[in-house]
């Protein structure tokens, strides 16, 4: 069993940057694949980045692309997400989860945090 919790979100100008991070508790969360999604207003929840558990090989949706950067540290049992350069589009509630797989396909992420707000004004 895994417990995330994200913080970090917040209001900022578009060019601006922010940093999200994801603690989990559970004694496993090493061995977890972690990704990040998010949803915009209206649209379904979309794949943003995702690293594995052990090489820490990520992978990112073309849209956020050098400008967003994932990362882990296991000692801290914590995922962070870099966005510079951010965008209005980019506004949405960003989620982290876990998954047993690497993967960017949401149903193979059984643990999901509750989501932290991005709002990028123009």
């Known amino acids: 069993q895994v417990q995330l919790v994200e913080s970090g979100g917040g209001l900022v100008q578009a060019g601006g940057s922010l940093r999200l991070s994801c603690a989990a508790s559970g004694r496993t969360f090493s061995s977890y694949t972690m990704g990040w999604f998010r949803q915009a207003p209206g649209k379904e929840r979309e794949f943003v980045a995702v690293?594995?558990?052990?090489?820490?090989?990520?992978y990112y949706v073309d849209s956020v692309k050098r400008r967003f950067t994932i990362s882990r540290d296991n000692a801290k049992n914590t995922v962070y997400l870099q966005m510079n350069s951010l965008k209005p589009e980019d506004t949405a509630v960003y989620y982290c989860a876990a998954a047993t797989r690497y993967s960017s396909t949401q149903s193979d992420y059984a643990y999901w945090g509750q989501g932290t707000l991005v709002t990028v004004s123009s």
């Open positions: 690293i594995s558990w052990h090489t820490g090989t990520t």
